[in-house]
């Protein structure tokens, strides 16, 4: 066995029994498990906890913030780690994420394609509940199946309507995540809940990419989703036919394909988002027994709540409530009472636990002195697939002891695993190529 050495890559040569030659490239990891200092200043209107970790998880917290001053730090880390923001808004004022990053090369937030944010949809809004690094690490899982999105760039450093950051160059971009789901003319950046918290996340190997060239992530472009016992296999077999497809010095692009979205292929622009309707479940509400039924400020009522699929061509995967608040009609700024079984509180005070819906109430929990509302189950409430055209029920059971008579709304959060769309399609494309004589 005789070594080649050339740059950070070494060619090792092994006669097999054939006679024949294989070659092996193996990669100097050296410098991929070397550790690296980075300086960092951001801030993140309104809240804040800093990780670093690997593609999989959150491994170590840096810092965290509650204010909306900026803050610097030096941290450790090497070319196959994250630097993970994870970051909450309290629904009002305005949201942004404003960070300049120092290695070796300078990276400002929002002008470098790597930074990617993942949205929950679990709603934190003050500073005193904070997502656990295990709620964290949880919902790191579901954004491995290609559910990480690309960051909204907001106004650069002293632009308004944000504050100027003297600590921060003003090339500094603010990032947000856009639901989609508030169409004012500030958005995303204008206070509101957009399935927040959010996970960003930007790689080391950005920072230093002399030192980082050869290194790549464990679970770069890999689907986790993915379970077949062939996976391993096929993806090696991909790998070995992306090079030498590139390898090729002519390339055509079929005739029908759409040439807006169809791009260079195994490049960063071949991905872009398909602008898709939302796709919901409808959902009912059923109670009373008889015409002449009312609830009153002291009553025990069954409910039963039923969601329903009207599609038929498509699936409703793992369809799970995940919370019910009971809200005074009215809304915004307005007391709520909690669903939690036994919410017995004060007026006066006010319990610091995170709310998630998807409407963008503002306002806070409390509940009222002696005035209990309690409705059970009031979260996980697991109604499963729901098929094309399929409707499922659970039962609720309503206790109402010295209520406030007035109008509420009752609120439910639910998330759905997958949507899988069930839709048969078939096409033609051409690729025009010229023969000449030999």
């Known amino acids: 066995m005789q070594p080649q050495q050339g740059g950070n890559r070494k060619a090792f040569f092994i006669e097999n029994r054939v006679g024949n030659f294989e070659i092996i490239i193996m990669k100097d990891t050296k410098n991929c498990s070397e550790t690296r200092y980075f300086k960092a200043t951001y801030s993140c209107d309104n809240y804040s906890d800093i990780y670093i970790g690997d593609c999989n998880e959150v491994q170590r917290k840096i810092t965290e913030n509650s204010t909306l001053e900026a ?5 450790k880390a090497t070319c196959n780690e994250y630097l993970y923001f994870v970051c909450w808004s309290d629904d009002g004022g305005l949201n942004g994420l404003l960070a300049e990053l120092h290695g070796s090369n300078t990276v400002f937030s929002g002008t470098h394609a790597k930074w990617e944010v993942f949205a929950t949809g679990i709603n934190f809004r003050d500073h005193i509940t904070r997502p656990s690094e295990k709620l964290v690490n949880a919902e790191l899982k579901k954004a491995h199946c290609k559910k990480w999105k ?9 632009k308004r309507p944000f504050r100027t950051y003297k600590e921060i160059d003003t090339a500094a971009h603010f ?3 856009d639901s989609g789901k508030d169409s004012s003319q500030g958005a995303p950046f204008q206070g509101f809940n957009h399935d927040e918290f959010l996970i960003f996340r930007f790689p080391i190997s950005e920072l230093f990419t002399k030192e980082c060239h050869d290194c790549k992530h464990d679970c770069e472009c890999v689907d986790d989703c993915h379970c ?5 296999t096929i993806e090696e077999e991909r790998k070995v036919l992306k090079t030498e497809a ?16 169809c791009k260079t292929p195994y490049s960063e622009e071949t991905c872009s988002m398909l602008d898709l309707p939302t ?16 609830l009153e400020t002291n009553d025990s009522e069954v409910l039963y709540i039923t969601a329903c699929n009207p599609y038929g ?5 793992g369809l799970t409530i995940t919370n019910i608040s009971i809200v005074p009609k009215g809304g915004r700024g307005n007391t709520i009472i909690s669903g939690t079984a036994s919410a017995t509180v004060s007026q006066s005070v006010d319990i610091q636990t995170p709310i998630r819906t998807l409407e963008k109430e503002n306002a806070t929990i409390v509940s009222q002195l002696n005035n209990t509302i309690q409705l059970i189950p009031n979260r996980l409430i697991q109604l499963g697939d729901l098929c094309g055209c399929a409707c499922a ?3 609720l059971h309503l206790s109402l002891q010295n209520a406030k008579p007035q109008d509420y709304e009752i609120l439910v959060d639910y998330c759905i695993d997958q949507i899988e769309i069930n839709q048969d399609n078939t096409g033609k494309t051409r690729f025009p190529i010229t023969v000449i004589k030999s």
């Open 71 to 75: 803050v610097s730090f030096e941290a």
């Open 150 to 158: 690309a960051v909204t760039k907001g106004p650069n450093n002293g």
């Open 175 to 177: 990032i947000w995540f």
């Open 228 to 232: 077949s016992v062939c996976a391993e």
């Open 246 to 261: 590139l390898s090729k010095t002519f390339l055509i692009k079929g005739k029908e394909n759409n040439s807006r979205r």
């Open 279 to 294: 796709l919901e479940p409808c959902f009912y509400l059923h109670w009373g027994d008889g015409k002449r039924d009312q």
């Open 313 to 317: 061509n498509l699936r409703f995967r």
């Open 393 to 395: 029920s659970q039962a």
